[in-house]
């Protein structure tokens, strides 16, 4: 069955990753598969080199190597995929995951977080909680005569 032809994997509205730049790897899978799993080799590794890729910009490789940076060897992100009995439902599985995986590394930081300080309500609901688990602690001490 050939592969339907792909201009690149899609990551987000502004980004797309060129075919040239992923690369596969292929080996035999430990899953299911009963006989077929000794012949066909259905793991699938995708491996993008983030550290050299034409589609990032500066700062998004900059964002991306920082954040990704506990998963990259060497600037080059390597995703595995082995959860399906075919190789062509775990190339699906890997592209996906790669681009989930790189979305969610280019998203801007989130705000800091002002701190405020705890509500009247919170800290009397607090103190009441403490003292309704100190009185059930005491009704179960023994009795002091």
């Known amino acids: 069955m050939a592969t339907p032809h792909r201009p690149g994997l899609k990551v987000s509205g502004g980004l797309t990753i060129p075919e040239a730049e992923l690369s596969w790897r292929f080996s035999r ?21 983030a550290g050299r890729s034409k589609a990032l ?6 964002r991306v190597l920082a954040r990704l940076s506990g998963r990259l060897v060497g600037g080059v992100l390597t995703i595995a995929a082995s959860e399906h009995r075919a ?8 592209r996906d995951r790669l681009a989930a995986l790189v979305a969610d590394a280019l998203r801007p930081p989130a705000p800091k977080r002002r701190p405020t300080a705890p509500t009247r309500g919170s ?10 688990r100190t009185d059930v602690k005491q009704l179960r001490r023994p009795p002091a005569d």
Do not use: F, M
């Open 87 to 94: 190789q062509l439902r775990n190339r699906d599985a890997a």
């Open 57 to 62: 910009s500066p700062v998004q490789r900059e």
């Open 29 to 49: 899978s430990s899953g299911p598969g009963g006989q077929g799993v000794n012949t066909a080799d259905s793991r699938v590794e995708l491996v993008w080199d």
């Open 123 to 132: 800290r009397e609901r607090r103190l009441k909680d403490k003292q309704r």
